[in-house]
């Protein structure tokens, strides 16, 4: 994000150290890598938060619950259908499935301490429908079932904001602040993922899981093809998320979407100065 310390971007991160503190196992670190948080997500939410009147210290409660669970998800992700039949691969596995129970359990107590019961039920019920998405994007993607670029993003949309959108179903106060929400989180969360894939195309010239499989599947379709149609992608959401940033208040919510979507047109510029230098 930018490196300018605004209050906003101070407390979101804040958040993020608490996250990580109420989930340090050093046992389980020694064995698992821990997935890294989207700080844009964490501070979209907290600033959604905040414009509904919520104070700083109960928006900083459900943002610190949503992370956590969000953890757990990202960490069980990470569990591989086949792995190396070692000793080692083995308890690596299962350490990574009992890390992401562990951290989706914390949320609970967290949230059972402050008394925001409501906010238990809403992660609880957005758990299991990520949960579905990941099995439905699973299956399409192994039987090469997926229909069309709007069917995969729905999918992936749900698996990466389904918390947040979900905390924004509950809290919004009217419906055109429910969709522009839900909207800024699914268009930055698209960013974020079709970056990565270009970054991962571009530095290890393969294909990773994800939108660039789903394109390689396309009959015809050649690396070159996909390597252009996931930058199209990029390029098409970053002006969508520059158009909404336009359109939030107050101006400290409108500078830090400004922020987020400079930090990912930065990560655009420097693909394509790598790609035009080699």
Known sequence: MSKEHTPTVDVVRSIIEQI????TQSYVEKYVDVPSISESRLALLYLFLLEQGMTKERASVLCTATGLVQLGLDMHEQVKNTYEQTEVAERNRQLTVLAGDY???RYYQLLAESGEI?????LSGAVQRVNEA???????GRDGKL?????????RNTIDTGLYVAMVEEYAEREEIRRFWIHLLKDTATVESVIGEWEHLK??????LGFSK????KPGATFAQVLSGVETK???????????ARNLHPAEAQNMLAAITARYSHRVSRLKRVIEEM
Do not use: H, N
Not at 118 to 122: G, N, Q
Not at 147 to 155: A, C, M, P, R
Not at 203 to 208: A, H, N, Y
């Open 20 to 23: 990580y503190k109420r989930t």
């Open 134 to 140: 990941k099995m439905k994007l699973y299956v399409a």
């Open 118 to 122: 409501k906010a238990v039920e809403v």
């Open 234 to 244: 990029a390029l098409e959401m970053i002006g969508l998320c520059e158009q909404m």
């Open 203 to 208: 530095w290890q010239e393969q294909i990773p």
């Open 103 to 105: 951290y989706s359990a």
């Open 147 to 155: 229909s069309s670029d709007e069917e995969y993003w729905e999918l």
């Open 214 to 217: 789903f394109l390689l599947q």
